[in-house]
């Protein structure tokens, strides 16, 4: 980690809508007295149909977190109704499909129709305020209308991202016990169809309560009809009437629910409720990228992520922000796509992953270079650590030294930004998230579970509730704070290590628990080793990461297999195959490393730490193994590393 700064650029220092003291000043209001700070906040940032009487109240040992009691409101309403009288006719949607050929743009005014009449559909199918709905789509702008449909009519939606498998999707319907799908025929990404209505048919085929899958043509590709239950999206929506009451809906009401990944069991619904969201949602988004009026804002992440939740729907159309879409993937047709739409469309703020960062790094500086990206003012990154490598050739090939990076920590459970630069008031270290955004109070803990004091190490917790926490997993509020409230009593719990340099500035250095990050992808270990145990000729699997060039982390999977059954290639593929089918294909091991048996304790609990190093090829490092019930096992796996 370098210690390099970056000092805020001069012309930003001037005008950014934050500056230093500002900063100071705000953050200081934020934590001393947070009741008056997000008052005004959620006054200035949101239109509420009926103030609230309470502003906050918290309890984090029980995990109990509410916000704006009383207050009155409509996510849809201040996403698009309010903005009319004045941009109407200005682009709320830049949508610029996988074939570069293909773009939209759509107004104010038409998101407005679009999901007004999507939303008259829902209701007259039945659903109702607090109903959940199911969204397994595409990267296409019907995505976002079905969101903000759904928040019209205060139904609850659960989009699953459309990488997820037929099992995972039917989980999650299930789980979440939703009686409507949205879907589209199949999906466009680099050039290659996904085959989302089969996989939903599959799904669907164990989701008895589903009775009405709306289905978006896309591709127009051959797909089967379920009479009883599908209709096609488009013949729906152009019956439908063109305005739709608004359902005023509780600040504490659902909002949505969106699955994510811990270090054990099935994957959680983490609830979010509608007015702390949206109003921390906004605000991020405003003061992180600086927004001004009239900008281009491109978020890279899918609809199926938090990160497409707060940064490409909630955040920019609360905002009144111009938010571009992209159906694609970032080296189709070729490496330089990404720079070649932020000069078509003058993109402003540019948001990523730092695993595109490093494939495009790895493509070569070429495809940045002959393209003028002069539009690009603000860069951001999440989802995982950024290399200091990575960060560098960011800021220097892509933003020509000109564009500070906003490198911003934060989870699904978060729900927006915790801990980020603010461009005119922040210095920036390359790899570090440097500082905690308005109203979070970030702790370092240790083992014992005190507070380290100034520079140190610790697993990072928060101290005191923010608006956009969440509120519950949904169905099974015992789990969230068994998750979240218990390990460290009175706190809420992130699941990440941190140190804290000298200056305050926070570096994350990964998860604690056994949860992955591959290309900031969220996925548990332990649902990978279900998806293996499932194969009828594996006894036992164990998964760990490994660090991995352009993925981040990698997934190094350890298997066991039944007296008699003969380790072979086939097999490897049967179980990479496994994975896929289960999970999806971002649950594919990279790595498989055949285990006639496991380091485990005498009291039979495997040794994930000796895993995660000999994965890591760190084996001086491997600490003592003399606990173990065979320690012969660990000498056997190293032999048997494979090769990368
Ligand atoms: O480990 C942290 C990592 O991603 C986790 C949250 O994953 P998820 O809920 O899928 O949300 C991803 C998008 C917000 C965190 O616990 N992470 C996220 N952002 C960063 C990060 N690690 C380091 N630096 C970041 N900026």
Redesign the pocket.
């Known amino acids: 980690m370098t210690e390099q700064v970056y000092p805020v650029p001069a012309e930003l220092k001037r005008d950014a809508l934050i500056d230093k003291d500002r900063y100071q000043a705000l953050y200081r209001q934020s934590v001393e007295d947070p009741d008056t700070f997000w008052a005004e906040q959620a006054e200035e940032f949101l239109t509420w149909q009926q103030k609230w009487h309470t502003v906050s109240k918290s309890d984090l040992n029980r995990g109990e977190v509410a916000w704006f009691l009383g207050g009155k409101l409509n996510v849809s309403v201040n996403c698009i109704d309010r903005h009319l009288a004045k941009r109407a006719e200005q682009t709320a949607i830049i949508w610029e499909g996988d074939d570069p050929a293909d773009d939209q743009l759509i107004s104010y005014q038409q998101l407005h129709t679009e999901v007004c009449r999507l939303a008259n559909v829902l209701r007259e199918r039945g659903v109702k305020k607090g109903d959940r709905v199911c969204l397994y789509m595409p990267m296409i702008p019907e995505a976002c209308y079905a969101m903000l449909a759904c928040t019209r009519i205060g139904a609850v939606h659960s989009v699953v991202f459309g990488g997820f498998s037929p099992d995972a999707l039917k989980d999650r319907i299930n789980d979440a016990d939703c009686q409507v799908l949205i879907t589209a025929d199949e999906g466009l990404r680099g050039g290659k169809k996904v085959p989302l209505k089969a996989n939903a048919d599959k799904a669907l085929a164990n989701c008895p309560n589903v009775h009405t899958c709306l289905v978006v043509k896309r591709t127009g590709g051959d797909i089967d009809w379920n009479g009883k239950r599908d209709i096609w999206y488009r013949d729906a929506v152009e019956a439908a009437p063109e305005q739709c009451e608004p359902e005023w809906m509780d600040a504490e009401d659902p909002l949505f629910i969106l699955y ?1 990944s811990g270090s054990t069991g099935q994957p959680k619904g983490v609830l979010h409720t509608t007015g702390g969201y949206l109003l921390q949602a906004a605000m991020t988004h405003k003061y992180v990228f600086d927004y001004r009026e009239g900008e281009v804002y491109w978020c890279t ?1 899918d609809v199926g ?3 497409g939740h707060s940064y490409i729907v909630y955040g920019p159309l609360a905002n009144g922000a111009t938010s571009l879409m992209f159906e694609g993937v970032p080296t189709y047709p070729d490496a330089s796509r990404c720079w070649q739409v932020v000069d078509k469309h003058g993109v402003n703020s540019f948001y990523t992953a730092p695993t595109a960062v490093r494939a495009l790094m790895g493509a070569g500086d070429e495809f940045v270079t002959r393209t003028s990206r002069k539009s690009l003012r603000i860069l951001g ?6 290399n200091p490598e990575a960060w560098e050739w960011y800021y220097r090939v892509v933003g020509d030294e000109r564009s500070p990076i906003m ?8 729900g927006a930004h915790m ?2 630069p603010l461009p005119g008031a922040i210095d920036l270290k390359p790899g570090s ?1 440097t500082v905690p955004f308005f109203g979070v109070q970030p702790v370092l803990l240790d083992a014992e579970g005190n507070e380290v004091e100034g520079a140190g190490e610790g697993s990072l917790a928060i101290k005191a509730s923010w608006p956009s926490q969440l509120r519950t997993v949904y169905g099974d509020h015992q789990r969230c704070i068994d998750t979240y409230y218990s390990t460290y009593p009175g706190y809420y719990f ?3 290590g941190a140190r804290r340099d000298a200056d305050g500035y926070y570096w ?1 250095t ?2 604690v628990d056994d ?1 992955l ?1 591959v290309s ?3 996925m548990g270990t332990a649902e990978v080793e279900s998806a293996l145990v499932l194969h009828e000729q594996v006894a036992e699997a164990a998964v760990v990461g490994y660090p991995h060039d352009i993925k981040g982390q990698g997934i190094y999977a350890y298997v066991t297999l039944m007296e008699g059954a003969e380790p072979s290639d086939e097999l490897k593929k049967a179980l990479i195959q496994q994975c896929v089918q289960e999970i999806g294909a971002i649950a594919k091991p990279d790595i498989i490393q055949w285990a006639p048996g496991l380091p485990k304790t005498r009291s039979g609990k495997i040794m994930r730490r000796i895993l995660r190093k000999i994965a890591a090829n760190e084996l001086d490092s491997l600490g003592d193994t003399s606990t173990l019930a065979d320690p012969g096992v660990v000498d056997d796996l190293i032999g048997n590393r494979v090769n990368r």
């Open positions: 994510t992440a992520w938090v990160t990154s999440v989802g995982e650590p950024i490198d911003t920590w934060w989870q699904t459970e978060t801990m980020t998230c992130t699941g990440d994350i990964g998860r949860v990050n900031g992808h969220r």
